[in-house]
């Protein structure tokens, strides 16, 4: 029989994907009183969760084990659909599944039904604010799939974050978060390059940056990435360049997939992409301007 009640502490839930925001996300929902085991193939990552309120598990199979709801924060769809391919057969009948990645939409609601035969219940909900905010757990939570499942679901959501946008059905809290980062990606670069322009005509960058967040120009970035990050030249937010052009390709790859135009979202594709291949995989997102300026 399919268990269809709301998921409350102490159940146990499993975490699997311990990096810059699985970890503080996970030590969020142990803090709400959840029994909460976590899963990285990182021995690294695994450790460095060991004592924020969770137990780090040393195989998936001992993190699944008697779990209400597995929550996957990796890299990608793609990384997603194979680990979950590997417990899928392994986890109760009405398991909840939670993917707070930013994964790919289309690829969500492929994986659909692969998860519904084997009687385990999806929901997709990623999350934006950065690792301040997972820390803090005030994360903006976009979900997506059935009212009921995202019911059971939500005290393990609110224990993350602010009470989640419903954006609709399965994999349409991808979308959102998807074109989420491409605006946030497209202000960024553009506040990024006003800095250079003003810069070069005399306005000190910290002065501009003040300016920008007492008008209209204030944008995330401006109010949280400039002076924090880029202008100190720190690059130290805790996102990855490689993981912000995933998503924009995403919301690019969703325009095409679904015949709308959207000539900016190409550019901006075009220029993230670039500088990946530029920068390389270990780079932080607000070295983007960087390499807008020097193209390095
Ligand atoms: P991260 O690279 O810091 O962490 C990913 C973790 O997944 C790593 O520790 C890695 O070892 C682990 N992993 C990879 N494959 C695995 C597998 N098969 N089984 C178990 N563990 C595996 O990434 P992150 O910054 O924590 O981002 C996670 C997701 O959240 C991404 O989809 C990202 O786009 C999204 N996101 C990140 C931020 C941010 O500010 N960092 C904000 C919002 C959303």
Redesign the pocket.
């Known amino acids: 029989m399919t268990n269809s009640a709301a998921i409350v502490p102490p159940t146990k839930v499993t975490v699997?994907?311990?990096?810059?925001?699985?970890r503080p996300m996970a030590a969020c929902i142990a803090r709400a009183g959840f029994q909460v085991t976590g899963?990285?193939?990182?021995a690294d990552?695994r450790s460095a969760f060991a004592g924020e309120g969770g137990t780090a598990a040393a195989t998936?199979d001992e993190a699944i084990a008697g779990t209400a709801a597995v929550i996957t924060?990796?890299?990608?769809g793609k990384?997603v659909r194979?680990?979950l391919g590997g417990i899928k057969d392994r986890l109760a009948k009405g398991t909840v599944i939670i993917d707070?990645?930013?994964?790919a939409p289309l690829g969500t609601r492929a994986l659909r039904e692969e998860l519904i035969a084997g009687g385990l219940a999806f929901i997709d909900a990623?999350?934006?604010?950065?690792?301040k905010r997972a820390i803090d757990g005030t994360l903006a939570i976009m979900a997506g799939g059935s009212a009921s499942t995202i019911d059971r679901a939500d005290k393990i959501l609110q224990s993350m974050g602010k009470p989640a946008f419903r954006t609709g059905p399965l994999g349409s809290g991808h979308a959102a978060k998807a074109l989420n980062n491409y605006v946030s990606a497209a202000g960024l670069a553009a506040a990024a390059e006003a800095l250079a322009i003003g810069s070069e005509f005399g306005i000190a960058p910290n002065t501009l940056v003040d300016v920008l967040n007492a008008s209209t120009g204030r944008n995330n970035s401006t109010e949280n990435k400039l002076k924090q990050f880029m202008i100190p030249e720190t690059y130290a937010?805790?996102?990855?360049l490689a993981?912000m052009a995933?998503?924009i390709q995403t919301a690019n790859d969703l325009a095409h997939q679904i015949g709308v135009k959207a000539p900016l979202a190409d550019e901006i594709t075009a220029l993230w992409t670039a500088a990946l291949q530029q920068l390389g995989p270990t780079s932080d997102h607000t070295e983007i301007g960087r390499f807008l300026t020097k193209g390095k």
């Open positions: 699997i994907g311990l990096g810059n925001m699985g899963f990285d193939l990182s990552a998936v924060l990796l890299p990608d990384i194979a680990a707070m990645s930013s994964s990623p999350v934006s604010g950065g690792v937010s805790g996102f990855a993981l995933k998503d």
